[in-house]
């Protein structure tokens, strides 16, 4: 059966994003202690969390994220970050960046105006995934 047409939108709705992790109980430490969202899965080598707004948010094993690829995602250098960003909007930017510091997440950017009408605040999670939290600009 034929798709729609390549110049109209594909019936999809981003419900799920997942991050492969070398350390599931550092990386879950870390969220838990970062933003506290509620837990909507948990099995010994994945934990799922429900964000505010019914997204879902995953962190799996590395090699547990081969279960289903047959590939395990590359290992990257200590120190580096990934070419993955999750932009987290926040009512109280300077709690939020308060939380992630608590947390141990590693400053990138402080919070400043970003061109696109955010102020917003770049992270490095202990994997290296990007974290950036913001809110509008007010006029």
């Not at 995953?58 to 250098?77: C, D, H, S, V």
């Amino acid at each position: 059966m034929p798709g729609p047409p390549m110049n109209e939108p594909a019936p999809a709705r981003h419900i799920l994003t997942i991050l492969a992790v070398n350390d599931l109980d550092r990386s879950r430490a870390f969220y838990d202690a970062a933003f506290g969202w509620a837990i909507a899965v948990e099995v010994p080598v994945y934990v799922e969390y429900m964000l505010p707004g019914g997204m879902l948010f995953g962190l799996y094993q590395r090699e547990g994220f081969a279960r289903n690829t047959g590939i395990a995602p590359a290992t990257l250098p200590a120190g580096s970050i990934t070419g993955t960003e999750i932009y987290l909007r926040v009512e109280d930017l300077p709690g939020a960046v308060a939380r992630l510091r608590q947390a141990g997440a590693r400053l990138l950017a402080p919070a400043a105006p970003r061109d696109w009408g955010d102020e917003a605040a770049y992270f490095a999670d202990p994997e290296g995934n990007v974290l950036v939290v913001a809110r509008p600009i007010s006029a």
